[in-house]
Each structure stands twice: as structure tokens, then as C-alpha cells.
């Protein structure tokens, strides 16, 4: 399974968000620290979730950084968030 459908899969099931977008922006980043042939190191994430609207921006990206498991988190070079409720 690409890190892509594994990130989307676990924010899915967490948040049941009203809107999720999932970009694998790796090759933008090539010869950049962390790249690496075939993707799968940068992504951007757009996510709307009613459960995320009360929290400050820190516990907002800890939640997420949560539903995706350490195991996941320390396999992406770059995840830029962009959260609200």
C-alpha cells in the first residue's frame, strides 16, 4: 500500500472528516534532504473534521501525528498540515 492511501485510510477512520486531501508532493523536493527515488517522502494534507474545530493548532497536529502512528510518522521525511474543524 503507497504511504499516500495508508495516511488517507488512518485520518478516515480517526476523523471521519468532512474533507480530506491527501498529496504526495515528493517530487518537488527532488535533491532535496530526505528525497528518495520514488516518492513517498513529502506530503501535503488538507483535512475539515468537526472533532479537530476545538482544539489549538498544536493539539490539532498532535491528533493527527496520533491517528497516524509513530511506525507511519517516522517514514515520511516531510508532512505539512493544514488542519481545522
Not at 495508508?6 to 517530487?27: G, H
Not at 501535503?44 to 468537526?50: C, F
Not at 476545538?54 to 517514514?75: D, Q, T
Amino acid at each position: 500500500m503507497l504511504i499516500r492511501d495508508e495516511i488517507e485510510q488512518k485520518l478516515q477512520m480517526a476523523f471521519a472528516p468532512r474533507e480530506l486531501a491527501v498529496e504526495d508532493d515528493s517530487e518537488s523536493h527532488r535533491g532535496h534532504s530526505g528525497w528518495q527515488e520514488g516518492g513517498q517522502t513529502h506530503f501535503n494534507v488538507r483535512i475539515r473534521a468537526a472533532e479537530l474545530g476545538g482544539m489549538g493548532r498544536l493539539a490539532r497536529h498532535r491528533a493527527v501525528h496520533s491517528a497516524l502512528g509513530a511506525e507511519l510518522v517516522a517514514r515520511i521525511h516531510a508532512l505539512a498540515l493544514d488542519i481545522d474543524g
